[in-house]
């Protein structure tokens, strides 16, 4: 899923070196590969640089971007995008690594040569030494549509390589070829504005940039052109009509992809197949490896062998019943508990919602998912575009909370950054919950799952109507379906699992040490004391139940783990996982609050989803017919 | 009319866009005035879904509705 939005600009200088000079190698090439969304850009960029790549996030953004080793070159593979401007998260990244690269392979669809050739022919603009890659050629023909690569290639004045790059069909060539790369013929309309501020002083490639008022490099070009829209207008029509004169169309009957994916933006088809991924989806997150993987991995593996033999190990270290062997060893032992709930609970479960998000991504079930919700969104203040902020949250929230960016409107971002906050429950809390409200029947997980419905419309409604300003609509590219290609949803899946292992471990261990030194000094007791009357008297839940909430001012699911450690009624099990979902965010999610919307705005938004929490888990305690 | 007030199948040639930012955008996806698109489908007050050739983009009702299309006559063949 792409990751978009707007940030300042003060950062840019350092990206350069890092995506240019301190990673190119001596004596080779630094080559970027850039393309529109969903052009097959990944599977060219694996067979270009072979199994070892390097996956990191660019400095400064939530973009993932891989790079390896191509012969002498060094090449590096750039968010998709439709253009290279400032417009999001993932423009400003792709432009960036195109201004330090030393040659461009571009790819694109030959489908939809129309579309992808703006961006082609905006680096033909920026005077890139350039290779086209004409990919798909099977899936156009297969809908009647012939490109001629010659001609393409006379047109540009660049290489154009014809490819199938699932099948490999044509990739030998790329590697062949890269030496002709070669600056292609600009629109001669632009020519002279552009020649006219690199005898200012610019490069070729930041004029261009100037002359379409790049909101991060125009300003020093000054007032100079006719301005973004015409030159993307000049640029919009010749792509059109060099795709025209390329393309021979033959007629063929309509793919079935086409209309399955036509129908799953239909309500009356749309809908029954959402409920069927969300139930496939439960299924497997929730009862397969929540249930059954987790009771391996957790009681067996971690409680089973791990946590014995740890204490066996180093229990001679500490003295038995020291602070030390509480600390490390006991109950919220950072050597014991902290590896348990990780490894055992969580990451089985973080693994088997990554990969059913890599599917979802690589199909292009998304954006139509984007258009079908668009309208009970925009009731929400927000457009389609926001389910996939919501969806990622159900992953990891925090990375959801990055995700708003793809929003256009800073209202939006309020108020999704809120939702997120208020009612999202991530995959390890959600693992939780189901291990703990199905085995009390459908009754008890219908009425959880409907009560944090309730809130978020309610919050949602709310907001839209309290908040100034106007949202944005959707306006949105569909890709095509397609099969995911297995080997790229194991990829994204790891890297997105290591990334979830990177960041929750060393909040699990402060969290452990911090409730262990709590547990220690006699503060978690008297904090127990003091929460007493709400936990007892307004959530009728047991007074050690407060502890958990204190583990879940740190991350959610720690307290949700904490929660399911307890015995609990049905009905207290059903308040308890309604408080601890509504609960405050977690402290990474905090952080990214803070960031992107300020201290003041993030402690605000700390506070209501605190009081929030505590008035709709007292009420659904209390919810009469359970 | 606009753009918003398609039915399924019609052919339609863009005459504006109102807004700027959103000219910009559809730009780049190959929509502009004087472009012929079809409307591949409509949800109710929701997103007009336009194609050209292979090629489909999904318009949030508030920004069909401020784009003006002029409809073309049907031909029976395939858009």
Request: hydrophobic share 50%.
């Given at each position: 899923?792409?990751?978009?939005?707007?940030?300042?600009?003060?950062?840019?200088?350092?990206?350069?070196?890092?995506?240019?000079?301190?990673?190119?190698?001596?004596?080779?090439?630094?080559?970027?590969?850039?393309?529109?969304?969903?052009?097959?850009?990944?599977?060219?960029?694996?067979?270009?640089?072979?199994?070892?790549?390097?996956?990191?996030?660019?400095?400064?953004?939530?973009?993932?971007?891989?790079?390896?080793?191509?012969?002498?070159?060094?090449?590096?593979?750039?968010?998709?995008?439709?253009?290279?401007?400032?417009?999001?998260?993932?423009?400003?990244?792709?432009?960036?690594?195109?201004?330090?690269?030393?040659?461009?392979?571009?790819?694109?669809?030959?489908?939809?040569?129309?579309?992808?050739?703006?961006?082609?022919?905006?680096?033909?603009?920026?005077?890139?030494?350039?290779?086209?890659?004409?990919?798909?050629?099977?899936?156009?023909?297969?809908?009647?549509?012939?490109?001629?690569?010659?001609?393409?290639?006379?047109?540009?004045?660049?290489?154009?390589?014809?490819?199938?790059?699932?099948?490999?069909?044509?990739?030998?060539?790329?590697?062949?070829?890269?030496?002709?790369?070669?600056?292609?013929?600009?629109?001669?309309?632009?020519?002279?504005?552009?020649?006219?501020?690199?005898?200012?002083?610019?490069?070729?490639?930041?004029?261009?940039?100037?002359?379409?008022?790049?909101?991060?490099v125009g300003p020093r070009g000054g007032n100079c052109g006719p301005g973004r829209e015409q030159v993307y207008r000049l640029r919009r029509q010749r792509a059109s009509s060099t795709a025209e004169l390329v393309t021979a169309r033959r007629p063929r009957r309509e793919a079935t992809g086409a209309v399955l994916g036509r129908l799953l933006m239909q309500p009356a088809v749309g809908?029954?197949?959402?409920?069927?991924?969300?139930?496939?989806?439960?299924?497997?997150?929730?009862?397969?490896?929540?249930?059954?993987?987790?009771?391996?991995?957790?009681?067996?593996?971690?409680?089973?062998?791990?946590?014995?033999?740890?204490?066996?190990?180093?229990?001679?270290?500490?003295?038995?019943?020291?602070?030390?062997?509480?600390?490390?060893?006991?109950?919220?032992?950072?050597?014991?508990?902290?590896?348990?709930?990780?490894?055992?609970?969580?990451?089985?479960?973080?693994?088997?919602?990554?990969?059913?998000?890599?599917?979802?991504?690589?199909?292009?079930?998304?954006?139509?998912?984007?258009?079908?919700?668009?309208?009970?969104?925009?009731?929400?203040?927000?457009?389609?575009?926001?389910?996939?902020?919501?969806?990622?949250?159900?992953?990891?929230?925090?990375?959801?909370?990055?995700?708003?960016?793809?929003?256009?409107?800073?209202?939006?971002?309020?108020?999704?950054?809120?939702?997120?906050?208020?009612?999202?429950?991530?995959?390890?809390?959600?693992?939780?919950?189901?291990?703990?409200?199905?085995?009390?029947?459908?009754?008890?997980?219908?009425?959880?799952?409907?009560?944090?419905?309730?809130?978020?419309?309610?919050?949602?409604?709310?907001?839209?109507?309290?908040?100034?300003?106007?949202?944005?609509?959707?306006?949105?590219?569909?890709?095509?379906?397609?099969?995911?290609?297995?080997?790229?949803?194991?990829?994204?899946?790891?890297?997105?699992?290591?990334?979830?292992?990177?960041?929750?471990?060393?909040?699990?261990?402060?969290?452990?040490?911090?409730?262990?030194?709590?547990h220690l000094s006699g503060a978690l007791e008297a904090l127990q004391a003091a929460a007493a009357p709400v936990v007892s008297g307004w959530l009728h839940l047991p007074s050690e139940a407060a502890r958990a909430f204190i583990m879940g001012f740190v991350r959610r699911d720690f307290g949700a783990a904490g929660l399911y450690a307890l015995d609990l009624t049905p009905r207290q099990a059903l308040g308890a996982m309604v408080t601890i979902t509504l609960f405050v965010p977690c402290l990474a999610s905090v952080m990214v609050i803070g960031k992107e919307r300020?201290?003041?705005?993030?402690?605000?938004?700390?506070?209501?989803?605190?009081?929030?929490?505590?008035?709709?888990?007292?009420?659904?305690?209390?919810?009469?017919?359970? | 009319?606009?753009?918003?007030?398609?039915?399924?199948?019609?052919?339609?040639?863009?005459?504006?866009?109102?807004?700027?930012?959103?000219?910009?955008?559809?730009?780049?996806?190959?929509?502009?005035?004087?472009?012929?698109?079809?409307?591949?489908?409509?949800?109710?007050?929701?997103?007009?879904?336009?194609?050209?050739?292979?090629?489909?983009?999904?318009?949030?009702?508030?920004?069909?509705?401020?784009?003006?299309?002029?409809?073309?006559?049907?031909?029976?063949?395939?858009?």
């Amino acid at each position: 899923m792409s990751m978009r939005g707007r940030r300042g600009q003060g950062r840019h200088r350092h990206r350069h070196g890092r995506s240019g000079g301190a990673l190119r190698p001596a004596g080779g090439k630094l080559v970027a590969l850039v393309g529109n969304p969903n052009t097959g850009k990944s599977v060219i960029f694996n067979y270009l640089t072979g199994l070892y790549a390097e996956v990191s996030n660019y400095p400064g953004t939530t973009v993932d971007v891989a790079t390896g080793r191509m012969g002498p070159h060094l090449l590096v593979d750039t968010p998709g995008v439709y253009g290279i401007s400032a417009f999001t998260d993932e423009e400003r990244v792709t432009r960036d690594i195109v201004r330090e690269a030393d040659m461009v392979i571009n790819v694109v669809d030959a489908g939809r040569l129309d579309r992808d050739l703006f961006l082609t022919l905006q680096l033909v603009d920026m005077g890139v030494p350039l290779v086209v890659v004409l990919n798909l050629i099977d899936e156009a023909a297969a809908r009647g549509l012939i490109v001629d690569a010659e001609a393409l290639a006379g047109l540009l004045g660049v290489p154009v390589i014809p490819t199938v790059a699932v099948t490999g069909e044509g990739l030998e060539e790329i590697t062949r070829r890269l030496g002709d790369a070669r600056a292609g013929c600009p629109n001669p309309e632009l020519v002279p504005r552009i020649e006219e501020l690199c005898r200012r002083g610019m490069s070729r490639r930041e004029a261009l940039l100037a002359l379409e008022e790049d909101a991060d490099v125009g300003p020093r070009g000054g007032n100079c052109g006719p301005g973004r829209e015409q030159v993307y207008r000049l640029r919009r029509q010749r792509a059109s009509s060099t795709a025209e004169l390329v393309t021979a169309r033959r007629p063929r009957r309509e793919a079935t992809g086409a209309v399955l994916g036509r129908l799953l933006m239909q309500p009356a088809v749309g809908l029954p197949f959402l409920a069927g991924v969300v139930a496939l989806l439960y299924l497997l997150v929730g009862v397969v490896v929540a249930q059954h993987v987790v009771e391996f991995t957790e009681e067996v593996v971690m409680r089973g062998y791990y946590e014995p033999a740890v204490r066996r190990l180093l229990g001679g270290l500490f003295p038995p019943d020291s602070a030390a062997a509480q600390v490390f060893l006991g109950e919220f032992g950072v050597l014991t508990m902290t590896p348990t709930y990780l490894l055992g609970l969580l990451l089985p479960l973080v693994v088997a919602f990554y990969l059913v998000m890599a599917i979802m991504e690589d199909t292009g079930y998304l954006p139509r998912l984007a258009v079908l919700l668009d309208r009970f969104f925009v009731g929400l203040g927000l457009n389609g575009r926001a389910v996939i902020p919501v969806v990622l949250g159900f992953g990891c929230v925090t990375m959801a909370s990055l995700a708003t960016r793809v929003l256009a409107t800073t209202r939006e971002r309020r108020i999704a950054l809120f939702l997120l906050a208020l009612t999202i429950p991530c995959s390890a809390q959600l693992a939780v919950i189901a291990g703990l409200l199905v085995p009390l029947g459908p009754r008890y997980m219908l009425t959880y799952v409907l009560t944090v419905l309730v809130v978020f419309v309610l919050a949602g409604t709310l907001l839209d109507r309290l908040l100034p300003g106007n949202s944005s609509a959707l306006l949105i590219d569909l890709p095509p379906l397609r099969w995911p290609l297995p080997r790229n949803v194991l990829r994204k899946t790891l890297v997105r699992a290591g990334g979830f292992l990177a960041e929750a471990t060393p909040l699990f261990i402060y969290g452990s040490l911090a409730v262990g030194l709590l547990h220690l000094s006699g503060a978690l007791e008297a904090l127990q004391a003091a929460a007493a009357p709400v936990v007892s008297g307004w959530l009728h839940l047991p007074s050690e139940a407060a502890r958990a909430f204190i583990m879940g001012f740190v991350r959610r699911d720690f307290g949700a783990a904490g929660l399911y450690a307890l015995d609990l009624t049905p009905r207290q099990a059903l308040g308890a996982m309604v408080t601890i979902t509504l609960f405050v965010p977690c402290l990474a999610s905090v952080m990214v609050i803070g960031k992107e919307r300020g201290w003041l705005e993030g402690a605000a938004m700390w506070l209501a989803t605190f009081f929030i929490a505590l008035v709709v888990g007292g009420i659904a305690v209390r919810l009469p017919g359970l | 009319m606009t753009l918003n007030q398609c039915r399924p199948g019609d052919r339609v040639v863009i005459r504006s866009i109102e807004d700027g930012e959103v000219r910009v955008q559809a730009l780049r996806l190959g929509i502009d005035a004087g472009v012929e698109v079809c409307c591949r489908g409509v949800l109710p007050g929701g997103p007009v879904i336009l194609g050209r050739g292979q090629h489909e983009i999904a318009v949030g009702n508030a920004i069909a509705r401020r784009i003006r299309v002029r409809l073309l006559p049907a031909t029976g063949g395939r858009a």
